[in-house]
């Protein structure tokens, strides 16, 4: 979306393709009728029911279900999230959580003791196995209480092996919210039209113009 220097790079051909996709998706039987208001936490819950076939963040789901509805969890299995080009492999966006200490923390040594043991091997290891959260250490992939925890563990690894970041610029909140209000609800985006409208939102949200 934004290249090396932070500028708008949403190129026409793929991004039209990707409104395509979208949009198919959003018209399918496979969506869900919630798909256009549905938060995590809500989507987590209807997966336990077991009608819904498919869920997307299923390192998220797989510890819930286990514990909540073991039935559900024996029959759930996982994949790498689906590529678009062939022999081009799926790249998913990284989310997560930066720790950083403040440049005037009045217990800047206390604040990285803070922020180290989150981002402890321990700590990670207690994320996976009650959160579902991908450790951060690679090496942790190779952990046996890891791996016991994500059996789909080097499947998990080589995704974000090939992940990319979000869009690195301090105005990120308002490109996200240029691109979904923009694109919401899927099911009525118009490939053609809305190539312009994206890149006119985010161009607007780049340059901090008015509030979105």
Same mark, same amino acid.
């Given at each position: 979306?934004?290249?090396?220097?932070?500028?708008?790079?949403?190129?026409?051909?793929?991004?039209?393709?990707?409104?395509? *996709?979208?949009?198919?998706?959003?018209?399918?039987? @496979?969506?869900?009728?919630?798909?256009?208001?549905?938060?995590?936490?809500?989507?987590?819950?209807?997966?336990?029911?077991?009608?819904?076939?498919?869920? *997307?963040?299923?390192?998220?789901?797989?510890? &819930?279900?286990?514990?909540?509805?073991?039935?559900?969890?024996?029959?759930?299995?996982?994949?790498?999230?689906? =590529?678009?080009?062939?022999?081009?492999? &799926?790249?998913?966006?990284?989310?997560?959580?930066?720790?950083?200490? =403040?440049?005037?923390?009045?217990?800047?040594? +206390?604040?990285?003791?803070?922020?180290?043991?989150? @981002?402890?091997?321990?700590?990670?290891?207690? %994320?996976?196995?009650? =959160?579902?959260?991908?450790?951060?250490?690679?090496?942790?992939?190779?952990?046996?209480?890891? !791996?016991?925890?994500?059996?789909?563990?080097?499947?998990?690894?080589?995704? +974000?092996?090939?992940?990319?970041? !979000?869009?690195?610029?301090?105005?990120?909140?308002? *490109?996200?919210? @240029?691109?979904?209000?923009?694109?919401?609800?899927?099911?009525? *985006?118009?490939?053609?039209?809305?190539?312009?409208?994206?890149?006119? %939102?985010?161009?607007?949200?780049?340059?901090?113009?008015?509030?979105?």
């Amino acid at each position: 979306m934004l290249d090396a220097q932070g500028r708008l790079s949403l190129q026409e051909a793929p991004t039209r393709k990707a409104l395509e *996709i979208m949009k198919r998706l959003a018209s399918s039987p @496979a969506a869900s009728p919630t798909l256009s208001t549905a938060r995590e936490d809500q989507a987590r819950l209807a997966f336990e029911t077991g009608r819904p076939s498919f869920m *997307i963040n299923y390192t998220f789901v797989w510890p &819930s279900a286990r514990k909540n509805t073991p039935d559900v969890a024996a029959n759930m299995g996982w994949s790498r999230w689906p =590529g678009v080009t062939e022999d081009v492999p &799926s790249r998913v966006t990284v989310g997560g959580i930066n720790l950083a200490i =403040g440049a005037y923390s009045r217990h800047p040594d +206390l604040a990285f003791q803070a922020a180290a043991c989150v @981002a402890s091997a321990d700590s990670q290891r207690i %994320a996976a196995r009650q =959160g579902g959260l991908p450790p951060t250490t690679g090496a942790l992939y190779d952990d046996a209480e890891v !791996r016991l925890t994500f059996p789909f563990a080097d499947l998990l690894r080589a995704t +974000l092996k090939d992940a990319v970041q !979000r869009a690195q610029t301090p105005v990120y909140n308002d *490109i996200s919210l @240029a691109i979904s209000r923009t694109l919401h609800p899927m099911k009525d *985006i118009d490939p053609d039209q809305d190539v312009k409208a994206l890149r006119e %939102a985010v161009g607007r949200a780049l340059r901090s113009e008015g509030l979105l």
